[in-house]
T-cell receptor, first 113, second 111 residues
């Protein structure tokens, strides 16, 4: 069964360092989402791509976060510099179309010390 | 805002039935999803409602009332493995399929 892949699964870093997360969506899924989930809360959308284009990054802290999906397939989310409040689970999801069921990857759990 | 409200915690007994409620802002409503999330894992899809009524899928059912801004997830014949967080998520028109999640309901199934 096709799945969304993410790496790394866990990342521990010190504040002010740079971190990067990678996501490979289900093959053929044009829409890709990055969500952040703080412990005890629901996921919150950071950025949404349609193919290689950003369609919603209104909740992305652009002073420190960046995301790209250069070839419209896999995607990278970067944080530079990391802050203590960035500790969370970063979830990637994909869907076949803009109005479709979203399938989530296993997530990357980030701890900033 | 687009608040999605659901209880924080619930406890139920193995073999019983539990209903988890979710309320949301009706303005611009498009569709409602329920996801299950075990601790430390990704959310997994349970159900999708866009029209009023009950959708049944095995032990799980989901109900929607668009006019009342209300949904519930019904879990029957509870099993210990059903202990998890249940997330209610809504898409709104103009939101490009962005899911707006509630905080999740942590369900604990006891013997």
């Amino acid at each position: 069964e096709a799945e969304v892949a993410q790496s790394p699964r866990y990342k521990i870093t010190e504040k002010s360092q740079a971190v990067a997360f990678w996501c490979d969506p289900i093959s053929g899924h044009a829409t890709l989402y990055w969500y952040r989930q703080i412990l005890g809360q629901g996921p919150e959308l950071l950025v949404q791509f349609q193919d290689e284009s950003v369609v919603d990054d209104s909740q992305l802290p652009k002073d420190r976060f960046s995301a790209e999906r250069l070839k419209g397939v896999d995607s990278t989310l970067k944080i530079q510099p990391a802050e203590l409040g960035d500790s969370a689970m970063y979830l990637c999801a994909s869907s076949l179309a803009v109005a479709g069921e979203q399938f989530f990857g296993p997530g990357t759990r980030l701890t900033v010390l | 805002g687009q608040n999605i409200d659901q209880p924080t915690e619930m406890t139920a007994t193995e073999g019983a039935i539990v209903q988890i409620n979710c309320t949301y802002q009706t303005s611009g409503f498009n569709g409602l999803f329920w996801y299950q999330q075990h601790a430390g894992e990704a959310p997994t899809f349970l159900s999708y409602n866009v029209l009023d009524g009950l959708e049944e899928k095995g032990r799980f059912s989901s109900f929607l009332s668009r006019s009342k801004g209300y949904s519930y997830l019904l879990l029957k014949e509870l099993q210990m493995k059903d202990s998890a967080s249940y997330l209610c998520a809504v898409t709104f028109t103009g939101g490009g399929n962005k899911l707006t999640f509630g905080t999740g309901t942590q369900l604990k199934v006891e013997l």
